[in-house]
């Protein structure tokens, strides 16, 4: 009877540690809170700080079933002029660096800096936060990605606004060249024309865009950047 009960635990054990093994790689797929784990070409020219808030965010959403774990984040940091490079893509399982891009803002946000943001319709400003990337059309500014607002209040209303991604002739080096910035949107984040398809594309479904700018009410306010546990 030992003997038996003796083969009998040894299974159960070693049933556990494979079923644990097993389990791993899904674990890994959210695992995405830490800057550390990319190297620096991977990073780009992104502030670290605003990227390990990215990551940070993303975690918080997956933890709390908001998303599922996305293929790739697209960071965009509104505290940088728009005649800089900043928008960044990154891919999440393979820790790549895939795009980094100039991006417009805006009408309502401000000239060249971006100060200005809203959830509001009619507003024509940027909206700070996390989105979801959904599906791909054809409208007036051409092929286009809609985006669903992740954040309430400050960005929940993006579909009722059409706050997508497009491509836009007033995004160009030439552009700054000649006007000092980028044009401006009606709030949308519009990417150079020669290369917005391939963007969404490639982050269209199952990706997530984090917008940043230092604004103390969404850094204290938002459910995915304080106690996750309450996003729950």
């Not at 009998?8 to 097993?22: C, D, N, P, Q, Y």
């Not at 991977?42 to 605003?50: E, F, K, L, M």
């Not at 390990?52 to 933890?63: E, K, S, T, W």
């Amino acid at each position: 009877m030992r003997a038996l009960f003796l083969s009998a635990l040894f299974i159960l054990l070693i049933g556990s540690v494979t079923g644990a093994r097993e389990k791993a790689p899904a674990r890994a797929t959210t695992a995405v809170a830490s800057s550390s784990a990319w190297s620096e070409a991977a990073r780009g020219t992104i502030d670290s700080r605003v990227f390990d808030l990215a990551l940070g965010a993303v975690q918080c959403a997956v933890r709390s079933g908001a998303i599922a774990a996305p293929s790739t984040l697209t960071v965009i940091d509104y505290s940088k002029p728009s005649s800089e490079k900043r928008l960044w893509v990154f891919d999440l399982r393979s820790h790549d660096l895939l795009y980094e891009e100039l991006v417009a803002h805006g009408q309502g946000s401000g000239d060249n800096m971006a100060n200005v943001f809203s959830n509001e319709p009619e507003t024509h400003a940027s909206s700070l936060g996390l989105f979801l990337t959904e599906d791909t059309y054809v409208g007036k500014n051409g092929y286009s990605l809609r985006l669903k607002g992740l954040d309430e209040g400050f960005n929940h209303r993006a579909g009722e606004r059409a706050i997508v991604m497009h491509g836009a002739p007033y995004v160009s080096d030439d552009f700054v060249k000649k006007n000092g910035r980028l044009g401006r949107s009606w709030g949308c984040p519009a990417l150079r024309e020669g290369v917005a398809r391939e963007v969404i594309d490639r982050v269209r479904g199952n990706g997530i865009v984090f917008s940043y700018y230092p604004n103390q009410n969404w850094l204290d306010s938002s459910r995915y950047l304080n106690d996750c546990a309450a996003a729950s």
